[in-house]
Antibody, heavy 119, light 110 residues
Framework: EVHLLESGGGLVQPGGSLRLSCAAS????????MSWVRQAPGKGLEWVSS????????YYADSVQGRFTISRDDSKNTLYLQMNSLRVEDTAVYYC????????????WGQGTLVTVSS | QSALTQPRSVSGSPGQSVNISCTGT?????????VSWYQHHPGKAPKLMIY???KRPSGVPDRFSGSKSGNTASLTISGLQTEDEAHYYC??????????FGGGTKLTVL
């Protein structure tokens, strides 16, 4: 059974940094594209970033480009999101999500971790 | 990337059918047959209900179906059940390895 567990959320001041982790189990982690998707309070879902199975290709939404870095450690079956220069508008629940082999959707999601950016 | 447009809320009685629309542009929904729908109960992990416009993952009841016409995709839920009450989000591939989601629709089963 696929299981994704996010951690690392919390309260941070504007301009601060935070690193999120997503521990994966139940599938061959290294073979699949992984992504981060967020949901601000009262808002819809927003795709944030994706990383290829090899880790060699990364993709970002314009809203986080240059501030966030996605990475993975396949030896630990863990996905990361390094968030720098955080803004109030980055406040959201952050979900990690797995793509299937065809990479045309997000087939499994975690329950999310809350990031609050506030002074 | 602008979010896809969904109605904020829809409702129906048990046994009825409801339709949730998702309107994008010729650069996302209209350009690719990679539209997905997710069911989300607050505090839980979103669940994939439909992918590639019309396909159902294993375990999703056939009461859930998807379609697309031009820049608008739709999710139809027939034979509504109380457990279907949730938020539903559409998502489309938008090219260049980017994705765009809808604002979400709250389904109330009266």
């Amino acid at each position: 059974e696929v299981h994704l567990l996010e951690s690392g959320g919390g309260l941070v001041q504007p301009g601060g940094s935070l690193r999120l982790s997503c521990a994966a189990s139940g599938f061959t982690f290294s073979s699949y594209v992984m992504s981060w998707v967020r949901q601000a309070p009262g808002k819809g879902l927003e795709w944030v970033s994706s990383i290829s199975g090899s880790g060699s290709h990364t993709y970002y939404a314009d809203s986080v480009q240059g501030r966030f870095t996605i990475s993975r450690d396949d030896s630990k079956n863990t996905l990361y999101l390094q968030m720098n220069s955080l803004r109030v508008e980055d406040t959201a629940v952050y979900y990690c999500a797995k793509a299937p082999a065809a990479m045309t959707t997000f087939d499994y999601w975690g329950q999310g971790t809350l990031v609050t950016v506030s002074s | 990337q602008s979010a896809l447009t969904q109605p904020r809320s829809v409702s129906g009685s048990p046994g009825q059918s409801v339709n949730i629309s998702c309107t994008g542009t010729s650069s996302d929904v209209g350009a690719y047959n990679f539209v997905s729908w997710y069911q989300h109960h607050p505090g839980k992990a979103p669940k994939l209900m439909i992918y590639d416009v019309t396909k159902r993952p294993s375990g999703v009841p056939d009461r859930f179906s998807g379609s697309k016409s031009g820049n608008t995709a739709s999710l139809t839920i027939s034979g509504l059940q109380t457990e279907d009450e949730a938020h539903y989000y559409c998502c489309s591939y938008a090219g260049s390895n980017t994705w765009v989601f809808g604002g979400g629709t709250k389904l109330t089963v009266l």
